[in-house]
């Protein structure tokens, strides 16, 4: 399974017009859970502000 860390930079907190940057990726069986784990640390740090129009995703990607 690969799993990729995404930032969404958005304009504002309605979250409405949002770029999306890949951040980090995983390649084995336990990677969403540290991506998660990731996602929560980065948050973390963000400040107040920024964690109202910025966020971390982790998405799922299966082999085919």
Same mark, same amino acid.
């Given at each position: 399974?690969? =799993?990729? %860390?995404?930032?969404y930079l958005c304009t &504002?907190?309605?979250?409405?017009? !949002?770029? #999306?940057?890949? =951040?980090?990726h995983w390649v084995q069986a336990d990677a $969403?859970? %540290? !991506? =998660?784990?990731?996602?929560?640390? %980065?948050?973390? &740090?963000?400040?107040?502000? /920024?964690?109202?129009? /910025? $966020?971390? #995703? !982790?998405?799922?990607? #299966?082999?085919?």
């Open positions: 399974m690969t =799993v990729f %860390l995404l930032l &504002d907190a309605s979250r409405s017009s !949002c770029q #999306v940057i890949p =951040v980090e $969403y859970q %540290l !991506c =998660v784990a990731e996602a929560k640390r %980065l948050t973390r &740090d963000l400040t107040a502000k /920024n964690r109202q129009s /910025n $966020y971390f #995703v !982790c998405e799922t990607q #299966v082999a085919p």
